[in-house]
């Protein structure tokens, strides 16, 4: 079975510039998670979704945003991109919401900000 | 606000050694799940071990047991038989109940000599 994915696997984009990076879940999972992870750091949670709706939002800006489809997939998007966006955006699928349901990463996208 | 603490950036074990990682957390909750998550170098992460809140009794997987103490706030992983695929980054994460995020530590990273 396929595990979680990510595209594209790694990025390089300049200041000011948009991104959009994508995640799809494990088949049958209806949430998804996104996190940043700059290097040295744990990951930081950005977003939740469960449903198509958000469920949950991290302490960042509004530059950030997401959304989820109807197959559950979900796009991250950053606007106006600052050097210190520069990190590893990780997704995480589960089945349903809640500590009880194992979460599932995936390998991450690597985004650098020149 | 839940915060996790790992205090051991780096660690180091002999090939068949046991090892230790520890740490702490801080919440007002009371119900709530704990995490071991594994980071190879090749960045996937990988759930080690779960333990739930309300269970007295510590959560074991093969070579991988934890010690916790709730009162004391501790979670500490405990890998035994230590092998060289053990090598990589162990970050500690803490999930409310009816949580959609992580709160991850900042990571040990763990080596494993052969």
């Known amino acids: 079975d396929a595990g979680v994915t990510q595209s594209p696997t790694h990025l390089i984009k300049t200041r000011g510039q948009h991104v959009t990076l994508r995640c799809s879940p494990i088949?049958?999972?209806?949430?998804v998670s996104w996190y940043q992870q700059v290097l040295g750091q744990g990951p930081q949670f950005i977003f939740q979704?469960?449903?198509?709706?958000?469920?949950g939002r991290g302490n960042f800006p509004d530059r950030f945003s997401a959304r989820q489809f109807p197959n559950y997939s979900s796009e991250l998007n950053v606007n106006a991109l600052l050097l210190g966006d520069s990190a590893l955006y990780l997704c995480a699928s589960s089945l349903v919401r809640g500590g009880m349901n194992e979460q599932f990463f995936g390998p991450g996208t690597r985004l650098t900000v020149l | 606000a839940q915060t996790v603490t790992q205090s051991q950036p780096e660690m180091s074990v002999q090939e068949a050694e046991t090892v230790t990682l520890s740490c702490t957390y801080d919440?007002?909750?009371?119900?709530?799940?704990l995490f071991w998550y594994k980071q190879p170098p090749s960045r996937q992460m990988i759930l080690v071990i779960r333990?739930?809140?309300?269970?007295?009794q510590n959560a074991t997987e093969n070579r991988f047991s934890v010690n916790f103490q709730k009162a004391a706030k501790s979670f500490s992983l405990k890998i035994s038989d230590s092998q060289l695929g053990d090598t990589a980054m162990y970050f500690c994460?803490?999930?409310?109940?009816?949580?959609?995020?992580?709160?991850f530590g900042t990571g040990t990273s763990l080596t494993v000599i052969p």
């Open positions: 333990q739930e809140a309300y269970k007295q």
């Open positions: 088949s049958g999972h209806k949430s």
């Open positions: 979704y469960y449903e198509k709706e958000e469920r």
């Open positions: 919440t007002s909750e009371n119900n709530y799940y």
């Open positions: 994460a803490f999930m409310m109940n009816t949580g959609n995020q992580f709160y």
